[in-house]
T-cell receptor, first 110, second 114 residues
């Protein structure tokens, strides 16, 4: 089965609303990473987060290893946040070799 | 900013033909990766490399070869392309100087095998 599960699969927001994206994993990990995939394809790294909470502008990532979950919070969403958000698990002892979730597709409407 | 360039952006191939996807990075990163992305599967690791001259099998290597002739270049080779290899392919580079490794991805190559 899927070792990394993301929810929700899709989400529609009005501009200004907040979003909480979830990632659950079923195997031991070295770290969890979050990526943003632009419509049209390329991926951009958002967070490398082995544990705890990290902030970057309107984005917050929280990883709780013993609960096998990671979350991405987007505050005050903007239309430019639309796209797909992917979490990826870095397995213990396998630096850089990632197992990806299927993603959450976010659409922010004006 | 780190730069990873893939070519071609789009490719149509025939079943049984040979296909080479190219990737070039200007970051001087040691590590490079090839992933494919398919609906319902997400991104899956095909091959990776820890430096010039080295290639390693990822999670789904069957039907693919890889070549790393230099620090900058990493190619994915389909010797006998099949329709099941129709997909979007992403190359990435990274440098695990500590235990952390941020990956930088190219824009992808959309391959259609007829």
């Amino acid at each position: 089965g899927q070792q990394v599960q993301q929810s929700p699969a899709s989400l529609v927001l009005q501009e200004g609303e907040n979003a909480e994206l979830q990632c659950n994993f079923s195997t031991s990990l070295n770290s969890m990473q979050w990526f943003y995939q632009r419509p049209g394809g390329s991926l951009v790294s958002l967070f490398y987060n082995p544990s705890g909470t990290k902030h970057s502008g309107r984005l917050t990532s929280t990883t709780v290893i013993k609960e096998r979950r990671s979350s991405l919070h987007i505050s005050s969403s903007q239309t430019t946040d639309s796209g797909t958000y992917l979490c990826a698990l870095e397995r213990t002892g396998n630096t850089g070799k990632l197992i990806f979730g299927l993603g959450t597709t976010l659409q922010v409407q004006p | 900013e780190a730069a990873v360039t893939q070519s071609p952006r789009n490719k149509v191939a025939v079943t049984g033909g040979k296909v080479t996807l190219s990737c070039n990075q200007t970051n001087n990163h040691n590590n490079m990766y090839w992933y494919r992305q398919d609906t319902g599967h997400g991104l899956r690791l095909i091959h990776y490399s820890y430096g010039a001259g080295s290639t390693e099998k990822g999670d789904i290597p069957d039907g693919y070869k890889a070549s790393r002739p230099s620090q900058e270049n990493f190619s994915l080779i389909l010797e006998l392309a099949t329709p099941s290899q129709t997909s979007v392919y992403f190359c990435a580079s990274g440098d695990a100087t500590t235990s952390a490794e941020t990956l930088y991805f190219g824009s992808g190559t959309r391959l259609t095998v007829l």
